[in-house]
């Protein structure tokens, strides 16, 4: 069984920049690929960024060039750095850790709110 819990949101306002985590049990971690979804409030949840096992990063065209997605296998954590956050960034943000293709783990979600 995995569980995977985030941490690191919070109230910032436009510009500022935060760190979420993102924390799994198990021993599939460095097997898997992790990413990070987000949903707004009235929204579909919406794909983020991805990190292959091998570590190869890709992200939305959204937050291009602003979020950047990192994995420590050691310490069996994915990371998702946001800089220059804009009100829209404002969602619940979950981790998503994927195992031979089709077997998914959701964490329960971390509150972003991004003030103008």
């Known amino acids: 069984q995995v569980q995977l819990v985030e941490s690191g949101g919070g109230l910032v306002q436009a510009g500022e920049s935060l760190n979420l985590s993102c924390a799994a049990s198990g021993s599939i971690f460095s097997n898997s690929v992790l990413a990070w979804y987000r949903q707004a409030p009235g929204n579909q949840r919406e794909w983020v960024a991805s990190i292959s096992i091998a570590g190869s990063a890709t992200v939305a065209g959204s937050v291009m060039g602003r979020f950047i997605i990192s994995r420590d296998n050691a310490k069996n954590m994915v990371y998702l750095q946001m800089n220059s956050l804009k009100p829209e960034d404002t969602a619940v943000y979950f981790c998503?850790?994927?195992?031979?293709?089709?077997?998914?783990?959701w964490g329960q979600g971390t509150q972003v709110t991004v003030s103008s």
């Open positions: 998503n850790l994927k195992f031979n293709g089709y077997i998914n783990y």
